[in-house]
């Protein structure tokens, strides 16, 4: 009988006479093992789940605190190493008691910067059966938990399976805190490994108001893929543009003057922004949550391109032209009446 068996059904309560599955009472009972490992050979833990854990003991060891892991990541904004492979929050210790006779209450606070190796017996019980299902509602330190270590894929390991369980993530935790840290941990992973496709898809699932403004602008700047009139508006506040009559009263013929101007001036259906000659500064920026990075991953120093005069002074000029553009248009109509 494998540790998980349990999952499949709800237990009675003769057979949960033990509070907590300890290394010495283990194996005495219902043929447990000391190890949580057996769990992994049983499909209970969807096979993609089982595969982003970390693991620090045990057959299925894959996290090690003192394997010097260096990898670097550079491009023509900006560069960062990381070196180290600290104790994930999220690593699972197999040698830890777990119980499920008192299992915490799912949704039950287990408050800021949750480890695996903090939480209590139960409430390593309640995490556990959660990874079974990792769609159920449960309290938000439990996903941050899983979320800390799909972070770590995103920097060196399966990033793209990662991505793919953040996105699942994210539709059913709502959770302020957790959507803005997965927003940005999966623009920045898109960036750092060069992978434009993942950006786009990225981009199509969360949209571009979510996103952390000037991290979008950097990985847009990095794919050369230029600014939408849609992103043009976003962005008006932040330029200064404060004329917003037409905007708000002729909002598609506002776009659609937009685009026109985009195609008589850059024969592109976007801002090629990636082409203006700029000299960017520089600020930290907060991208990841997982609390064992460095400093230097967790918060890199990155190019400030919304700040940039040049930048904005062609964005405020896209949206003043457009505007006088607009104006003669209804004008014109007017008279024809």
């Known amino acids: 009988m494998g540790f998980f068996d349990f999952l499949k059904g709800a237990p009675k309560e003769k057979e949960i006479s033990n509070e907590i599955i300890t290394e010495k009472d283990i194996a005495i009972r219902d043929n447990f093992s000391k190890d949580l490992v057996p769990s992994f050979e049983i499909p209970i833990i969807p096979e993609k789940i089982r595969k982003l854990m970390w693991i620090v003991d045990g057959k299925y060891k894959n996290c090690n605190p003192d394997e010097n892991k260096k990898v670097l990541f550079e491009n023509e904004l900006f560069r960062i190493e990381y070196f180290g492979c600290p104790v994930e929050p999220s690593a699972i210790f197999t040698s830890l008691p777990v119980s499920f006779k008192n299992r915490s209450n799912q949704n039950e606070s287990i408050g800021y910067f949750p480890t695996y190796k903090g939480l209590s017996p139960g409430q390593r019980w309640t995490y556990l059966e959660w990874l079974c299902d990792i769609k159920k509602p449960i309290d938000i ?142 600020k930290e920026e907060l991208i990841f949550a997982n609390i064992s990075f460095p400093h230097e991953i967790r918060s890199p120093i990155l190019p400030l391109i919304k700040e940039n005069e040049a930048f904005k002074m062609s964005i405020h000029k896209i949206l003043s032209r457009s505007n006088e553009l607009v104006k003669r248009d209804l004008a014109d109509r007017k008279r024809s009446e």
């Open 141 to 282: 330190g439990y996903v941050f938990i899983f979320y800390y270590g799909l972070e770590r894929h995103l920097v060196y390991g399966d990033y793209k399976e990662a991505m793919d369980a953040i996105l699942l993530l994210r539709q059913y935790h709502k959770n302020n805190s957790f959507q803005s840290y997965s927003n940005n941990s999966l623009i920045m992973s898109a960036v750092l490994h060069k992978d434009k496709e993942a950006r786009l898809k990225i981009l199509e699932v969360i949209g571009s108001e979510s996103c952390n403004g000037n991290l979008l602008l950097i990985a847009k700047y990095l794919m050369r893929v230029g600014l939408s009139e849609d992103e043009i508006i976003l962005l008006s506040n932040k330029v200064g543009f404060k004329n917003k009559r037409f905007l708000k009263s002729h909002p598609d013929l506002f776009k659609e003057k937009i685009r026109y101007l985009l195609n008589s001036e850059f024969e592109a259906s976007t801002f090629p922004f990636y082409n203006l000659e700029a000299k960017f500064g520089t």
